[in-house]
């Protein structure tokens, strides 16, 4: 009986330790294929540099739209510089080869720079993304709008963005004291207000243009704030 048992152990260790080696082995394939999924998508990635502050992400993949399907366009830099840099990916490596071919292509005051990206576009925070059609639907609504100064509050904003373009429903305005500049989420009513708020980049706000694009992500209505016991 006592050794019987003892094989049955064996038998349970030796089973759980290939389990362990099957998902080691399965590990090291994902990973092995999203490394190559990743060499893949940066083929198809290309880097755009000495780009005008003034351009938009619409702008700009609407210069490089001749090349091929744009899946994403990430325009990144600091708002206190004149230039910006961008990441554009492409759905073949096709696109990407093509859009090497328009450096030196004048958008707004300067010719930009197109190399080969050396790095996938970073996703953004999953977290963040929508969840579900309501949410997918206000994403269509909200604006994300950078580049604010600091002197501007939420109700100059709220004032502005309904003058100009329509109801504003919901408006999140961020930013510390470490940036010289602020950022905000600004939720319509409307869809079609949120599409014409897109052409406000480039109005001043205090001191400062501002830059509009359309939010990858829903403004969600703050958790209320738990009780202290």
Avoid: W
């Amino acid at each position: 009986m006592h050794s019987n048992g003892t094989t049955n152990g064996q038998d349970t260790g030796n089973a759980s330790r290939r389990k362990k080696n099957n998902n080691q082995e399965k590990r090291r394939m994902n990973s092995r294929t999203s490394m190559v999924q990743r060499e893949e998508i940066i083929r198809r990635t290309v880097y755009v540099s000495d780009i005008d502050q003034q351009v938009t992400e619409e702008q700009l993949a609407a210069l490089f739209v001749g090349c091929g399907q744009v899946v994403d366009c990430r325009i990144c830099g600091d708002p206190n510089s004149v230039l910006c840099f961008a990441f554009i990916e492409f759905n073949d490596e096709e696109g990407a080869q093509a859009a090497v071919n328009l450096a030196g292509t004048m958008l707004g005051y300067y010719p930009v720079r197109v190399l080969p990206s050396k790095t996938a576009i970073a996703p953004v925070n999953p977290t963040f993304l929508p969840r579900n059609d309501d949410e997918r639907e206000m994403c269509t609504r909200t604006i994300y709008c950078t580049n604010i100064d600091k002197k501007v509050t939420q109700a100059d904003i709220k004032l502005f963005f309904e003058s100009v373009c329509g109801e504003v429903y919901r408006l999140r305005l961020l930013g510390d004291y470490h940036h010289s500049t602020r950022i905000a989420f600004v939720e319509f009513v409307m869809a079609e207000s949120a599409i014409a708020a897109l052409n406000c980049s480039g109005v001043v706000l205090g001191s400062l243009p501002i830059r509009v694009s359309p939010s990858k992500a829903p403004v969600r209505p703050r958790a209320p704030r738990l009780p202290m016991h």
